[in-house]
């Protein structure tokens, strides 16, 4: 039914829009064209001169050895911690969803401290934690007996600094996703766990054959969102590692910020460059994402 | 808020066991970090796994907020958020209403842009955004931190306010017209204390992403470490020439609490904008 009304308000309705129109192109839009125009250029700092240098930055990107590591490790990062929080929290919110668990509210919040928390305070008091000298973490292996293990600088040693920030990031990001799965859960009705009882199934099958399916769409989208949480893994390995111990732990942001801030270093067309690739390699795995996501629904 | 009351069973006696012994691993480096503030420097090192202060002091806070300078650093995370949350909810309210209620040009083009450039990350964005500012002076001051923090983005809280306000009934804004109500009017007095949850969801994810937000502050105040927030004057005191665990604990317990007391206060609004995103 549309009624006739009188005229549409476009002087009011384009007011309204005006300050996101402005602060979006200004803040969103326009920076991602000037990236790629800065990827093509050999600018230094702001300010200094600028020349044209076509693709000779991507060119030398996919040469650098660094940029190479750097979104291999983004990579490796994302495959060890996303599946880690995506499992720990469904079974978690499994537990915290059943209808007899006990003080949820309370256990929630347990979980959902770390979120609250600034990724950089998160860094700088694991900093503390796990020092080999006085930190709990090499108190408890010593006093367990493992005094070798204790004295291992966990932050410090290349083959256990990329495991030990991962393990970190899913102890920070874990209470986020059992939100997800807790809001998920709770839009299966109740009358088809009931219906699934009265014919005669345990609480294994009512999850196999009633939730999951009605899990399925939710599943992908708290992966999507967990993958982008990995993959601009930024304020934690900045406080904790700072990219070290020599780059074992440099990920892809943190390969343009050295490169876009760092003073030494300083070459914003060449960090422009790799942020155009980043935003690539990140769009490539969100479109992904959603291929897969329309395929498993025709399945099921 | 009601109150079930649940009778304890062997079974989720166990379940309950269970998940507060893990749960302490969530918490334990909380209270470390807590006993730590209490704690002389030199106690911190040798008192292993003993979380009890000897004599509790509070000279670390003293040293963070006065010496390390936290005290700026509060402030500049409480005005920088506060100016985030007013520019979010103003535009994306503005946003959102127009976009619910209307038919216009350009409409559809403005949705999928939006849309589109949903998950561009910070890392990419943001050496034009310091360009941009520095061209218009706003590199080292505060009303700059505060557009880069909110001014762009945001896309989720425009998408919760058209969603509320595609809603609510046309009629109530035919009311608000025929009673002669102003465009204004009708969207202040009678549509927008309407939506008053949408917007308490708004202001508690906007403060959460503004006063954790890290790379846009941390770069727009390299020469001006006096507009430092709380996450980049962390860093700077863990990174600083003086090394001092029981102020960097005491630093973290202050940048903490005021996000945990919003928390205890506004529960269901944290839960439900987090909550919002696989919903939509």
Redesign the interface.
């Known amino acids: 039914m549309k009624q006739k009304r009188a005229r549409t308000p476009y002087f009011w309705i384009y007011l309204f829009l005006l300050p996101t129109l402005v602060g979006y192109s200004m803040y969103t839009l326009w920076p991602i064209i000037r990236t790629v125009q800065f990827s093509l250029t050999s600018m230094r700092g702001f300010g200094s001169k600028v020349r044209f240098v076509g693709l000779s930055n991507y060119v030398q990107l996919f040469q650098d050895e660094l940029f190479i590591n750097s979104l291999l490790v983004t990579l490796k990062f994302m495959l060890l911690v996303v599946p880690a929080r995506f499992l720990i929290s469904l079974l978690f919110a499994l537990a915290l969803n059943w209808k007899k668990c006990q003080s949820k509210t309370l256990l929630r919040t347990f979980f959902f401290l770390p979120v609250l928390t600034t990724s950089a305070i998160i860094g700088v008091v694991f900093i503390l934690i796990l020092d080999p000298t006085f930190g709990p973490i090499s108190v408890i292996l010593s006093k367990l007996g493992y005094v070798d293990l204790a004295r291992i600088p966990l932050l410090g040693n290349r083959s256990t600094v990329l495991a030990t920030a991962g393990a970190i990031w899913v102890w920070k990001w874990m209470g986020n996703s059992l939100i997800y799965w807790l809001a998920s859960l709770q839009s299966i009705p109740d009358e088809l766990y009931e219906a699934a009882k009265i014919d005669g199934a345990n609480s294994l099958q009512s999850f196999r054959y009633v939730a999951a399916p009605l899990l399925v769409p939710f599943a992908f989208i708290i992966l999507v969102l967990s993958i982008s949480d990995a993959i601009r893994v930024f304020n934690l390995m900045l406080t904790l590692t700072n990219g070290g111990p020599y780059f074992a732990t440099e990920t892809v942001e943190l390969f343009i910020y050295r490169h876009a801030f760092q003073a030494t270093t300083q070459r914003m067309g060449y960090a422009s460059a790799a942020a155009s690739v980043f935003a690539m390699f990140f769009s490539v795995i969100i479109i992904l994402q959603s291929v897969v996501k329309r395929f498993v629904k025709k399945e099921v | 808020m009601k109150r079930s009351h649940?009778?304890?069973?062997p079974?989720?006696?166990i379940?309950?066991i269970f998940?507060?012994l893990?749960?302490?691993?969530?918490?334990?480096?909380?209270v470390?970090?807590i006993s730590?503030s209490l704690k002389t420097n030199l106690e911190?090192?040798?008192s292993?796994?003993n979380l009890v202060p000897k004599s509790p002091s509070f000279d670390a806070y003293k040293r963070a907020w006065v010496e390390a300078r936290f005290n700026t650093y509060f402030l500049n995370s409480i005005l920088t958020s506060a100016g985030s949350i007013l520019?979010v909810v103003?535009?994306?309210s503005?946003?959102g209403?127009?976009?619910a209620m209307?038919?216009?040009k350009g409409k559809k083009l403005?949705t999928s842009?939006?849309l589109i450039?949903f998950?561009?990350?910070?890392?990419?964005?943001?050496?034009?955004?310091?360009?941009?500012s520095?061209k218009l002076h706003l590199l080292n001051t505060r009303v700059g931190l505060i557009?880069?923090l909110?001014?762009?983005?945001h896309v989720s809280s425009?998408l919760l306010y058209r969603g509320f306000f595609g809603q609510t009934p046309k009629s109530l804004m035919?009311a608000g017209?025929i009673d002669g109500a102003s465009?204004?009017q009708i969207?202040g007095k009678i549509m927008l204390p309407l939506a008053g949850p949408v917007t308490a969801t708004t202001i508690i994810m906007t403060f959460?992403s503004s006063?954790?937000a890290?790379?846009q502050p941390l770069?727009f105040t390299?020469s001006n470490p006096n507009l430092r927030t709380?996450?980049?004057g962390?860093?700077a005191?863990?990174k600083g020439d003086t090394i001092d665990?029981g102020g960097?604990?005491a630093a973290?317990v202050l940048?903490?609490t005021p996000?945990?007391i919003a928390?205890i206060f506004a529960?269901q609004y944290?839960?439900n904008g987090?909550?919002g995103?696989?919903?939509s």
Do not use: H
Not at chain 2, 6 to 9: C, F
Not at chain 2, 22 to 30: A, D, T
Not at chain 2, 150 to 153: F, L, P
């Open positions: 649940i009778k304890w069973t079974s989720n006696t379940l309950f998940l507060f893990f749960g302490l691993i969530w918490i334990y480096p909380f470390w970090m730590a911190i090192i040798l292993g796994l520019v103003i535009r994306c503005l946003a209403y127009v976009l209307y038919n216009f403005i842009i939006m450039t998950f561009v990350p910070v890392g990419t964005t943001l050496i034009p955004i310091v360009d941009l520095n557009l880069a909110s001014a762009g983005g425009v035919e017209i465009f204004i969207f959460m006063w954790n890290f790379m770069v390299f709380l996450p980049v962390m860093m005191f863990s665990y960097q604990c973290a940048s903490v996000i945990a928390y529960q944290f839960v987090i909550a995103a696989v919903k």
